[in-house]
């Protein structure tokens, strides 16, 4: 079982147990060496934070052939053992990974984040919509014009 944890930069940090929870994994590996290190492992169990960008790894990820499970960062945080940064991260993922308990996230498509990201363009326009009728109707009542 593999389990990854982004760093902010350029490295990923990786966390793995075999079966029994033994680690057999701790290793910082740079975004461009990342999918050649995970094609170089036998098929296993990786689990993931559902955050931005996340979908198109755990895709790669599944055409290797691993398993790929994505969780939310709110259930992955009870997990974490110390102070918080990507080590600790990736070992509270490796934990949560294997509850059988846990909630995990679907994979998205490519369709199915084109359709998600027409909606968000569609609501931030809506946002600006609703944003500048309201500052134009603000500036007309300066001038006295009440407009409902």
């Given at each position: 079982?593999?389990?990854?944890?982004?760093h902010?930069?350029?490295?990923?940090?990786?966390?793995?147990?075999?079966?029994?929870?033994?680690?057999?994994?701790?290793?910082?590996?740079?975004?461009?060496?990342?999918?050649?290190?995970?094609?170089?492992?036998?098929?296993?169990?990786?689990g993931?934070?559902?955050?931005?960008?996340?979908?198109?790894?755990?895709?790669?990820?599944?055409?290797?052939?691993h398993?790929?499970?994505?969780?939310?960062?709110?259930?992955?945080?009870?997990?974490?053992?110390?102070?918080?940064?990507?080590?600790a991260?990736?070992?509270?993922?490796?934990?949560?990974?294997?509850?059988?308990?846990?909630?995990?996230?679907?994979?998205?498509?490519?369709?199915?984040?084109?359709?998600?990201?027409?909606?968000?363009?569609?609501?931030?326009?809506?946002?600006?919509?609703?944003a500048?009728?309201?500052?134009?109707?603000?500036?007309?009542?300066?001038y006295?014009?009440?407009?409902?």
């Amino acid at each position: 079982m593999q389990v990854l944890r982004k760093h902010r930069f350029k490295f990923v940090t990786l966390h793995g147990v075999d079966e029994r929870g033994k680690v057999i994994l701790k290793k910082k590996v740079s975004r461009d060496h990342l999918l050649s290190v995970i094609g170089n492992m036998p098929p296993c169990l990786i689990g993931m934070k559902a955050c931005g960008g996340e979908n198109y790894g755990a895709r790669k990820f599944k055409e290797i052939g691993h398993e790929v499970r994505l969780m939310s960062p709110q259930f992955v945080k009870p997990y974490v053992k110390t102070n918080k940064n990507d080590a600790a991260d990736a070992e509270a993922i490796c934990e949560a990974v294997s509850r059988p308990s846990m909630r995990f996230i679907s994979l998205k498509s490519i369709e199915q984040q084109d359709i998600q990201a027409l909606h968000r363009y569609r609501q931030r326009l809506v946002q600006q919509r609703t944003a500048l009728v309201n500052q134009i109707r603000g500036l007309l009542t300066e001038y006295g014009i009440i407009v409902p």
